[in-house]
């Protein structure tokens, strides 16, 4: 059976809801569209969800022709305002210490954020990449039901492992096996380095952010550790031809 493209997921604000999407654009950098804005603290961390739980049901949507960015809240409230660039640079901090390269956008996102979330944030726009801890991420579904068979759950939502690409047609883990080689997606073409290690945020319901499955556990009874110690689920694309892809398209290693 041929592997084919059968989700496609991306998140303009990263900490706060995915959104599924019929395409993405693959740069040298990472998806084009994927968590273009971060959020950081009084310290400069950039924060993911596990730390933004007051925000669930949050989502972003960024019309980069336009330079507008809407973010809108569970309450109903929204923020849409043209994105206001303040020439104010950082380099915050993500989790493990990654350096997060950035400029403060202006206007109101930073107070309706901070007030929604329950503490001073600000605002980081980023360049296609930097807001991910690697360019691409990829996952086959059976890989996901795995897990889910695992904790007794055949519905496992595989919104909460927050992945790039969604793959139909592989065996559990399938994809593993195609560390350090590379991959066509449709015209793009990825090299695939590493495991993705997971975190808490899998734990938590994608809608809620309420901790509702213990996934950690799930994959560690049938799984070996990483190196670090943490769960491995998912690996790591690196973009070698940029291109668009599409729900569909076809994937095979090279």
């Not at 273009?36 to 019309?63: E, I, M, P, Q, S």
């Not at 066509?184 to 309420?210: H, K, M």
């Not at 070996?224 to 569909?248: C, D, N, Q, S």
Request: a negative charge.
């Amino acid at each position: 059976m041929t592997a084919t493209v059968a989700r496609l997921r991306c998140g303009v604000l990263k900490g706060v809801a995915q959104e599924d999407v019929d395409a993405l654009h693959l740069t040298p950098g990472g998806i084009r569209e994927d968590r273009r804005f971060v959020l950081v603290d009084g310290d400069g961390r950039a924060l993911y969800g596990a730390n933004l739980t007051r925000l669930a049901g949050v989502h972003a949507t960024f019309d980069e022709t336009a330079e507008v960015l809407a973010v809108r809240f569970a309450d109903g409230s929204e923020v849409v305002e043209r994105v206001e660039d303040t020439g104010e640079e950082l380099m915050a901090r993500a989790y493990g210490g990654r350096p997060v390269p950035g400029r403060f956008v202006g206007g109101s996102f930073a107070e309706a954020l901070s007030a929604h979330a329950g503490q001073p944030l600000r605002l980081l726009r980023v360049a296609p990449g930097v807001g991910a801890p690697g360019p691409v991420t990829l996952i086959g579904a059976a890989s996901i039901a795995r897990v889910g068979r695992e904790l007794g759950d055949d519905r496992l939502d595989a919104r909460r492992f927050r992945m790039s690409i969604e793959l139909a047609g592989t065996e559990a883990y399938e994809e593993d096996g195609w560390d350090g080689g590379r991959l066509r997606v449709g015209d793009a073409v990825l090299e695939i380095r590493g495991q993705v290690p997971r975190c808490v945020l899998t734990t938590l319901d994608p809608d809620t952010l309420v901790r509702d499955r213990d996934t950690l556990r799930a994959i560690l009874a049938h799984r070996p550790a990483m190196a670090t110690g943490e769960p491995p689920l998912g690996v790591y694309g690196h973009v070698v031809t940029p291109a668009r892809i599409a729900l569909g398209d076809a994937v095979e290693p090279i």
